[in-house]
């Protein structure tokens, strides 16, 4: 598979009849961006729809208290559909996206993408069932902020950001975000899990050791 | 108004053309369900998108570990576009609708939604502006129950639920939902304020005593 024919990378895309995949293939540019980019944000809507080829995009909020919570990350695969149909319609969204890593991306027009909502009924089963998909995962976190305790959480977050790794590149701060809590927690938490032989921390990293460990607490072994 | 013309009632369908408004009330059914039904839920998918014309209907997530939240509350002049194209695309969607009162609404066939979609503009602009209405409401509810104090969130919720009114007919089970926390919690903090006298229990209800206290710890008042 090549950047030329990209739709056959998102299963949605692939199925589209071949004259509407290959209006998105020429409606669209394929983009680089390089990591630590904010792709979009308060007061910087996007013009384009976002299909990721390459790389991760993380998506936060920022609330008016200063806070920040990690809402979901965009792999390669994936569309920004929900972020783009937001900023569209909403001038004070709050979200931003920013860029984990160096990305490649397919960027529609937003006229196109009206275009094709109007003329293919399978663009628009695409977009509606990438919206589910946002919208449940929106749901799951409103349950796992409200109901699961913080151990399990980090333990399960520490697994999910390790990508089968032994070390994550991390501070207590950015863990803190991703969990939408104080960073004193974090760090209570963290302790607690070096204490009992868990985890090893240093400057800028979380060492594990015992991922098992980690596993069980999260739940993943049952 | 009448219930003929309804789409007269909805500031974004009102804006439609007069074809699109009359597609949409020819293809409607205008139907009344009582207060205490669930309208949709697991199990139960909608084959019609609804348009609210009187009553309210509660949105409330079960997950698979039995707890209960509240997402939002549908009221009139709203549509459920949100719980409707989730139902249309995820078989494992978890959000039930329950008539909070009596209601009235306007139901649309999905094929006439799609069809809708495909020729209008407008009805397009209005789906996606409803969408983004109700993501911004799930962005600000993420925010809410990661960061602020029970307290303060439950002092807004006797506002809100007491509509103006002294008396609130609930019980501290509902009120956990609403706020997504243990029923222990609420008593707790209901217990205390009491204990300011700004709030009177009873079997049943909450009565307030002190609404202005209430204001002030919620910033109402600011």
């Given at each position: 598979m090549t950047i030329e024919n990209w739709t056959q990378r998102f299963p949605g895309l692939a199925k589209l009849s071949a004259e509407t995949q290959n209006l998105l293939l020429d409606k669209s540019n394929v983009i680089s961006v390089p990591a630590g980019?904010?792709?979009?944000?308060?007061?910087?809507?996007?013009?384009?729809?976002?299909?990721?080829?390459?790389?991760?995009?993380?998506?936060?909020?920022?609330?008016?208290?200063?806070?920040e919570i990690?809402?979901?990350?965009?792999?390669?695969?994936?569309?920004?559909?929900?972020?783009?149909?937001c900023l569209l319609a909403f001038e004070d969204y709050s979200a931003e996206g920013i860029c984990e890593t160096d990305i490649q991306?397919?960027?529609?027009?937003?006229?196109?993408?009206d275009d094709l909502v109007a003329q293919s009924k399978q663009f628009r089963d695409f977009v509606f069932a990438a919206f589910s998909k946002r919208i449940t995962d929106l749901f799951l976190m409103i349950d796992e902020v409200a109901f699961q305790?913080?151990?399990?959480?980090?333990?399960?977050?520490?697994?999910?950001?390790?990508?089968?790794?032994?070390?994550?590149?991390?501070?207590?701060?950015?863990?803190?975000?991703e969990l939408g809590t104080a960073r004193e927690v974090i760090s209570r938490q963290?302790?607690?899990?070096?204490?009992?032989?868990?985890?090893?921390?240093?400057?800028?990293?979380?060492?594990?050791?015992?991922?098992?460990?980690?596993?069980?607490?999260?739940?993943?072994?049952h």
């Open positions: 980019t904010t792709i979009f944000g308060p007061g910087n809507s996007p013009e384009n729809m976002l299909f990721l080829l390459d790389g991760t995009v993380r998506v936060q909020q920022v609330s008016e208290t200063g806070h990690v809402l979901y990350r965009i792999h390669a695969g994936q569309s920004c559909v929900l972020t783009t149909a991306a397919a960027a529609i027009p937003r006229t196109v993408f305790k913080m151990d399990v959480r980090l333990a399960d977050k520490l697994i999910a950001l390790s990508d089968g790794q032994d070390t994550i590149a991390t501070t207590h701060q950015k863990l803190s975000v963290l302790q607690e899990f070096q204490r009992r032989g868990w985890v090893e921390q240093s400057r800028g990293s979380v060492h594990l050791i015992q991922r098992n460990a980690l596993e069980n607490l999260a739940g993943h072994n």
